[in-house]
């Protein structure tokens, strides 16, 4: 664990070290606002993960070690450093506020010593269980790491950090879940913090929000996170779906999807309704999970499919000819994918960029392994527009040449 700090976070609140393994608590803050909403709500999981996660995971490394990651895109890079700029910003406050406390002290006792015990201190990455309750699966009623901390000479007042890389607004801190966790955690850790502010930071939004927490708060507080970890650990055992609540986007990162009974008996409707002669009028969602019905479950996961795209290009093709205004949220997004049509151009295209071994390091080679690998050796504040010029330079070279452009609908990011 990594950390700034002259002394351990169990040391300044009087505490035994925890382990340094990281813990993945099955009830973790990050996913408890999904699971408020929908008890039955399981985090999905990828052996592939998202490219936005794992830009996500690399950013808050760059954030915690203030060590540059050359695989970070220049805008990734940014915005770690934003974070970093942030909390110093904060800890330069903290520490003027100690340093006039000291003053004061000296002023009216000049025996009074400057030393260590006026330093703001500086955590990062502790583990913050909320209790020391134990249950058959788990220790702690939820527990996990927030990102930084910050506390008071006294340790009376600390502030807390939580970085967001992604292009998606966050539940504000002071209903959000998962700060109220790791704030309990902190009160927990801090027996001698009265007052606990803390922030969400997100970098690609320009969003700077935080929310004050007192020590009055933990009962409410601690109510609600138990009641939402106590519904699901119900929903777990029971191991059904009698407490589901079916909702966008809940779903869509939920691994109980495709299981889900709610979900499936919404299918099935659509499905009746779009193609009856395909999907029979008695088929049931528990029908439909029995192993002989797999080939009926698929025919009608094709159904869904097949509406889903028709939809959307109706939709789109509409749109395009003007006889409905562009739904709120969303964009045109054109594009025209790229075929390689001589390899040898494109090795020598990318060979301005890459060394001989790193082309062949692509095995099969594709335009994202390339500009990936160009991406990761350009120098910082350069990524973007070397990846620009390579897409330029096989163009010109007639390396690749471009398909028809294809419109479709997609969701607009805050950002945009």
């Not at 909403?37 to 490394?61: E, L």
């Not at 992604?166 to 001698?192: C, D, H, R």
């Not at 809940?250 to 659509?270: H, M, Q, W």
Request: net charge negative; proline share 7%.
């Amino acid at each position: 664990m990594n950390t700034t700090d002259v002394t351990t976070p169990q040391a300044l609140a009087g505490e035994q070290p925890v382990p340094t393994e990281r813990a993945h608590h099955p009830y973790s803050p990050s996913t408890l606002q999904a699971t408020e909403f929908c008890p039955c709500y399981r985090s999905r999981q990828s052996d592939k993960p998202h490219v936005r996660t794992v830009a996500g995971t690399r950013a808050h490394a760059v954030a915690e070690t203030g060590e540059d990651d050359h695989r970070l895109t220049d805008e990734d890079a940014v915005a770690a450093a934003e974070c970093l700029d942030f909390v110093e910003q904060r800890r330069a406050l903290l520490q003027e506020a100690a340093g006039r406390l000291l003053a004061s002290a000296i002023a009216g006792n000049p025996k009074v010593l400057a030393g260590p015990g006026w330093q703001v201190q500086e955590l990062k990455e502790i583990y913050l269980p909320i209790d020391d309750l134990e249950f058959p699966d788990c220790k702690a009623t939820t527990a996990g790491y927030t990102d930084h901390v910050l506390v008071s000479h006294d340790q009376s007042y600390l502030e807390g950090f939580d970085w967001k890389f992604g292009f998606w607004p966050v539940e504000p801190p002071a209903s959000n879940l998962q700060v109220i966790s790791y704030t309990l955690g902190l009160f927990k850790m801090f027996p001698k913090a009265r007052v606990i502010r803390f922030w969400i930071r997100q970098p690609h939004l320009d969003v700077t929000d935080s929310a004050v927490f007192k020590r009055e708060q933990i009962p409410e507080l601690y109510l609600r996170v138990q009641v939402v970890v106590a519904r699901a650990r119900e929903a777990r055992t029971k191991g059904d779906f009698a407490l589901a609540v079916p909702a966008t986007p809940n779903c869509n990162f939920c691994n109980l999807l495709g299981t889900c009974t709610p979900v499936c008996k919404f299918a099935c409707e659509v499905g009746k309704k779009f193609h009856p002669l395909e999907i029979p009028e008695d088929i049931t969602p528990s029908a439909l999970q029995a192993p002989e019905q797999a080939a009926l479950g698929l025919r009608l996961a094709a159904v869904l499919k097949i509406w889903s795209d028709a939809f959307r290009r109706q939709i789109t093709d509409r749109i395009l000819r003007r006889e409905m205004d562009l739904p709120p949220g969303q964009k045109i997004q054109v594009i025209s994918k790229r075929e390689i049509v001589d390899m040898d151009k494109v090795k020598a295209v990318a060979l301005h960029y890459l060394t001989l071994d790193e082309f062949y390091s692509t095995l099969e080679t594709t335009f994202g392994s390339l500009e990936t690998l160009i991406q990761d050796k350009a120098p910082r504040g350069m990524k973007k527009a070397m990846v620009e010029e390579f897409q330029t330079g096989l163009e010109a070279a007639g390396a690749v040449k471009r398909g028809e452009p294809i419109s479709f609908l997609r969701a607009v990011t805050p950002k945009e």
